[in-house]
């Protein structure tokens, strides 16, 4: 009898463990290709300087529209995400904080709008697009990420703030200063870190997303000036250049590859740095 | 009463007259007992000796670490990967902290009634039957037989006969800890460890948890981590006063609650009355 | 000085309102605009022929969406069976068994995991999942196979899949108070009879939401999903032949849509099934979530 239980938990703690560092070993497994197949084409022409004459055709340039370009529609995205997720966020926690019905609802809301697909978004804002009277452009895809990356900074910024003290809230209000003062002058000092993580979560996403901006933003070979000019972004430089029955371009869409992994890299560890105190993972 | 045993008290030791019960041989002995949490010594030391079929009772202020010496006990702090424990714990001759013995078995000479009924997700018969199947038990008359017995022993049989099968849910606390003291008692064990049984529950409950460990300790040697000081005078017979994870007093109650010699234990009756 | 608060106040609050209209309004507009885009594809076939047909010729005026939404379905379904056991037990090992040096680790490579592109998960599935399945997989049962299948669809989207449903397990099973583990332990239970009896059993509501939000999730992944799949149109259950899921079909044709009368309309279709179902799904599993977590 013992000897089968000891038999079963065994295996079954085998067969766990093995799903466990499975995942490292597939994390590692997919960043160690785009690493190999990507340094082989990477060269600072790739980095720095943008298409030239018949580069679709294996000619001379590297990829610096997309960067740029996907630079640009990631902070325009993430500024406007910040003006409309601080405050609904502050609101929630400041102003809702005795209505716990209404919050939970609204949590309840931005958590399956969390849910909602970013090609979802990409057909929602060609249709704006459209509406507005607009062509694909910068400003358009910077609107379109800019809606699906503000309920990450809400809800990971509310995470945040609902974990600081109510006594602070009254301490606050008791001294004299209005809810929104309050707001501004303590929560938001409070939840900084918080809020870091936020938009660094969020600026990784809107970096990394190449369904939303595939109907709005365009592409071009050139590096937008202006609002209303088409703007070429990284992920959809991987697609087009991996789509290329030339070898040549293939190899520069490994080389834009590795460059977008290193950026969301980047981001998602300095996310790590920060939110480690105000963590919203759950392991302990 | 027995009790104290660790050398440096024996000597203090006064039974008060109307007291003498029959003395009892310690059960179960804890030698240099040391818990550390990374670099936090959370039980300094402890030895300790427990009389069989008495109530010992653990008192002390909250984070005095009478609950992590209870959880050692069972090897509950197994669980918690922060704990680093050294010493040794006897159950008779057995060394429990450092056997490669079966864990279980040992866990089940040890009921836990925790300080919240953490009635399992399964019906009210289940519960109590869990612990018995997982003897290897499979002949259900004897297993039904167990679980009438054992639910009439802690008095809930007559309330919940006729819902056996619904889940603990539809039970008040008070009957959900009852229901986790039958649970308990359905695997056989020697001992009761009991950490604040009653913190949860109303007056009349707590009541009458407390009657059941009086009936109880004729079979069972009972354990009890309370921070109540009167909860303690009621039950106890036998007292280890605790404070920053050190024994400071300990012995039979009628001395250590009249005479205690620590300041730190006169203080905390003082608060406590 | 009192008015200059008074205003500041004012201004904030009215700020913080309609930001927050402005989000909450989100799905509604969303369902709105793509209804109206949509409406000439309705007032030329009827709802219930637009989904069950499975003709396809938009510059004929025949759009049936059946091969789309049975591919997506089908992709959704192979992806759910390779991923949600492993994150069953993942999410078991890290928050029962695993040591402090190995979650110390868990938390960065599920984060990273996480938040890599899918364009980048769809060149990965391209390099490695494509020819595994097209060179290794199918000879050895003797299925010829393009490698551009469902079946990689699947595969690629089940790791996608995979952080996203793991975190939310590890969630469910952290709520599970420790109190409960200790009782099985102490009437004698191993550690994984704790888990099996107990643990599960006890996060069986928030199991399936998060199965239910993984499943959303995987419905409309979009670009990894169409690098691997082979977006050719056809009804099949082979796994080893081509599909094209329904993000795909937006994804792939937003050029010509323009171009052929109507077929902006269905890709705006497509859309709008897309958020109906995932908005459906998501509103019921986390209605679940919280009514499970207020008890």
Known sequence: MNRRKKI?????????????????????????????????????????????????????????????????????????????????ALYLNVHLVCYKRTQNMIRYLLDALWGIPSIVYGAFGFTLMLFLGMTASLLAGIITVALLITPIVIRTFDDVLSTIPKGLHEASLALGSTRTEMAFKVMLKQGFPGFTTAVLLAFGRGIGDAASVLFTAGYTDLIPTNLDEPAATLPLAVFFQLGSPIPEVRERAYASAAILTIIVLIVSLTARYFSKKYSRSNLQ | MNIKVSETAT??????PELKLKKQPSILRIKNLNVFAGNHHILKNIN???????????????????????????????????????????????????????????????????????????????????????????????????????????????????????????LSIGQQQRLCLARGLAVKPHFILADEPTSALDPVSSKIIENLFRELKKHYTIILVTHVLRQAQRL??????????????????????????????????VEGN | MILKRVVFDWLSRTWMITALAIILSLPLTIGIALYFKANPLFEMQSLARLISSSDWSPSEGDFGFLPFIFSSLYVTLLSFLFAAPVCLFAAIYLTQFA?????????????????????????????????????????????????????????????????????????????????????????????????????????????????????????????????????????????????????????????????????????????????????IINLIFRYFIYQTQKQ
């Open chain 1, 8 to 88: 079963e938990e065994t295996i079954f703690r085998i067969i766990t463990g093995f799903a466990s560092y499975s995942l490292i070993a597939i994390l590692g497994f997919i960043i160690l290709i785009i690493f190999i197949k990507g340094f082989n084409a990477l060269s600072l022409e790739m980095v720095f300087t943008p298409p030239r004459g018949g580069f679709y055709y294996g000619g001379e340039g590297g990829v610096l529209n997309a960067i740029v370009g996907s630079l640009y529609i990631a902070f325009g995205a993430t500024l406007i995400a910040i003006l409309l997720g601080m405050p609904a």
């Open chain 2, 11 to 16: 000597e203090q030791l006064v039974i008060a």
């Open chain 2, 48 to 170: 300790l000796e427990i009389p069989k079929n008495r109530i010992t009772v653990l008192l002390g202020p909250s984070g005095c670490g009478k609950t992590t010496l209870l959880k050692s006990m069972n090897k509950l702090t197994d669980l918690y990967k922060e704990l680093k424990v050294s010493g040794q714990i006897y159950i008779e001759k057995d060394d429990i902290l450092n056997t490669n013995k079966n864990i279980p078995n040992i866990r089940q000479k040890m009921g836990l009634l925790s300080q919240k009924p953490y009635p399992l997700p399964v019906s009210i018969y289940k519960n109590v039957a869990y612990g018995i199947k997982l003897k290897g038990v499979r002949d259900k008359k004897l297993i039904d037989y167990n679980v009438e017995k054992k639910l009439k022993e802690v008095g809930l049989w007559d309330e919940v006969k006729d819902r056996l099968h619904l889940s603990p849910e539809s």
């Open chain 2, 236 to 269: 106890a017979d036998n007292v280890v006063f605790m404070n920053y994870g050190e024994i400071i007093e300990q012995g039979n109650p009628e001395k250590v609650f009249k005479y205690p010699r620590s300041s730190q234990m006169k203080e905390y009756m």
């Open chain 3, 99 to 279: 040591s402090k040096r190995l979650i110390q680790v868990m938390h960065p490579v599920i984060d990273i995991l996480a938040g890599i592109p899918s364009v980048i998960y769809g060149m990965w599935g391209i390099l490695i999942i494509v020819p595994f399945v097209g060179d290794v997989l199918a000879p050895v049962l003797n299925i010829k196979s393009p490698g551009y299948s469902i079946l990689a669809g699947g595969i690629v989207l089940a790791l996608m899949c995979i952080p996203y449903m793991l975190n939310m397990l590890i969630e469910t099973f952290n709520t599970v108070p420790i109190g409960l583990k200790e009782a099985a332990l102490s009437l004698g239970a191993t550690r994984w009879e704790s888990v099996k009896h107990v643990i599960i059993r006890k996060s069986y509501p928030g199991i399936i939401s998060s199965y239910g939000l993984g499943i959303a999730k995987a419905f409309g992944e979009t670009l990894a999903v169409m690098m691997v799949v082979g977006n050719m149109v056809q009804l099949t259950f082979n796994p080893f032949e081509a599909g094209y899921p329904l993000p795909a079909l937006i994804a792939n044709n937003y050029g010509e849509m323009l171009s052929i009368p109507r077929y902006d309309s269905a890709l705006m279709f497509a859309a709008l099934i897309l958020l109906i179902v995932i908005l």
